[in-house]
């Protein structure tokens, strides 16, 4: 699908998001709120065997601990097979390594994050077919320089492809490139919501141009990661549906990459980040993302993310997306 001029002509850069986001203050909000907090997960027995330690599924963890009480080949094989970010090569930029990759090498690599990630066939499918055109590695690399690149939120004319696959093969082949997915933005956009209601009426349109950039992943899963309808609302947040809306999908990819990469900065008091940096707090939005109501308050989730039924006035219904979003 093509994108509005309204969802890619403000916030035009890192730059701009970051100048937000310090205009607002969310620095503060962030080391107040956020990474001193200590969150309480249950990640169920099943899940708990390849996630901790000890194998239980109940786990106290404070922000930044979360990725660091994981050990790193349990955390990097959570499928059938180990994947770390030496994949492509280790930590290199783009043209260092995929580049410098055959085509073949470049599917197996390919193959080897989508085993690891249990994602649907249908994206090998697709890394064989460009493999067999010869184009995996041009596509790869228009793909993530456009990514890469800080001052550039207009979407490139080439073959565009998203999905819950291919955003890790982007974060595994980028520096500071999220694994944008359900637990990711689960946990990004609790976030959001929540300095959102920390903002005077007059800032929080500004930023919520930033809010409606991102997506929110609807499913099967029965764990809460999904705002209300009326915050979705408020806030502008996009369904994201599987092969329908892969242009807005690798712009909120990109918005949400920059929104992590400045809680690092803020995190580790300093611009110039690693990687290393970068994955740490990337792992830890993909743990507390597991269930928003292990980390919400009860007040939280019942503003945000309970469905509210609709109230009736002389028969007719309101507007339950118009109910106001207030701070829990």
């Known amino acids: 699908m093509s994108l509005k001029k309204s969802d890619t002509s403000s916030l035009p850069s890192y730059s701009a998001v970051k100048k937000l986001l310090n205009t607002l203050e969310f620095y503060k909000f962030y080391q107040t709120q956020i990474s001193k907090t200590l969150y309480t997960v249950n990640y169920g027995s099943k899940a708990a065997k390849n996630l901790e330690t000890d194998a239980h599924p109940v786990k106290e963890i404070d922000f930044i601990s979360t990725a660091n009480s994981i050990p790193k080949g349990k955390y990097h094989s959570a499928g059938k097979r180990i994947v770390d970010d030496t994949v492509f090569g280790g930590n290199q930029s783009l043209g260092n390594s995929i580049s410098g990759m055959s085509e073949t090498d470049l599917l197996l690599s390919c ?13 090998i499918e697709k890394a064989f077919s460009m493999h067999d ?6 596509h790869l690399q228009n793909s993530i320089a456009w990514l890469n690149n800080d001052n550039e939120i207009t979407l490139p004319g080439t073959q565009l492809i998203w999905s819950a696959g291919w955003t890790k093969v982007y974060s595994f ?16 956009n609790y976030i959001l919501i929540k300095f959102y209601c920390t903002l005077p009426e007059k800032n929080q349109p500004s930023f919520k141009e930033l809010t409606s950039k991102m ?3 609807a499913g099967k899963n ?13 806030l502008g947040l996009k369904t994201y549906s599987a092969g329908k809306n892969d242009a807005r999908a690798m712009v909120a990819n990109k918005y949400a990459s920059w929104v992590i990469r400045y809680i690092t900065e803020v995190h580790f008091k300093n611009e110039i980040i690693t990687q290393e940096q970068f994955r740490t707090v990337d792992k830890a939005f993909f743990m507390l993302g597991f269930n928003i109501d292990d980390i919400a308050t009860d007040s939280e989730l019942e503003k945000w993310y309970k469905e509210v039924k609709p109230a009736t006035d002389s028969g007719k219904t309101k507007n339950s997306a118009s109910l106001p979003l207030k701070a829990a």
């Open 111 to 123: 193959i080897k994050i989508f085993d690891w990630g249990n994602v649907q066939d249908s994206n």
């Open 133 to 138: 055109e010869n184009m995996l590695t041009s």
């Open 215 to 217: 997506l929110f992943f």
């Open 173 to 188: 082949a980028s520096n500071f490139v999220t694994i944008y997915d359900s637990r990711c933005a689960a946990f990004l």
């Open 222 to 234: 029965t764990n809460i990661r999904v705002p209300n309808k009326a915050t979705k609302k408020i």
